[in-house]
């Protein structure tokens, strides 16, 4: 069960002055996806960087590239990250005003369309958009910043969201970001999530493959 579980390391975390580098290391230590968080100073409290440098990258791994888009607005920037080799693109309800339209403009340019889910954010505003979404992503710290502690109070929203998604029978994935490490991947596993975003957890530990080992748990 458990060896299905997808490690996405967030690039947040990695020595900036070094990305291609930290890029090929992840991917040879058994990442399954490369998170990446784009913040814009504006929707979060942190700015960190955008589709040029995503683009440079590209060229340093054939690793999934999972952008997590942390900016107001996004619509008018999808194209350039599917330009820059995005292959799935997660927006915030929040960050635009249709997110409907969103989810098909992500989807019109090619790539897997993400929802992410703030803490205070209900499981409902994804309700009739179901159909669209690849990925949904539940927030377990406030966006903004790595490093961040766990909120306990989200497990109880990735158990409802498993439910939800198993009721369309659709395969989506249930990602978790924030505060993730070998205490709380076990209980977010445990309430349905089956995809893990880790900065500090990965490129703060001394071997990536054994800390990518360790959130993955047991196979
Ligand atoms: C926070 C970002 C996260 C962040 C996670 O806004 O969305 O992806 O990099 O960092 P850790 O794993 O250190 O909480
Ligand atoms: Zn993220």
Known sequence: MSSSIVVAPSLLA?????LGEEVRAIESAGADWLHLDVMDG???????FGPAIIKALRKHTTLPFDVHLM??????YLAAFADAGANHIAVHPEASPHLHRSLQAIRALGCKAGVVLNPATPIETIAWALDLIDIVMVMTVNPGFGGQAFIESQLGKIAALRTLIDST??????????????????????AGADTLVAGTAVFGAPDYATAIAALRGPA
């Open 14 to 18: 990695a020595d900036f002055a070094r």
């Open 42 to 48: 504006h929707f979060v409290p942190n700015i960190s």
């Open 71 to 76: 900016i107001a607005p996004a619509d008018p």
């Open 169 to 190: 029978g659709r395969p989506i994935a249930l990602q978790v970001d924030g505060g993730i490490t070998t205490i709380t991947a076990p209980k977010v596993i445990a």
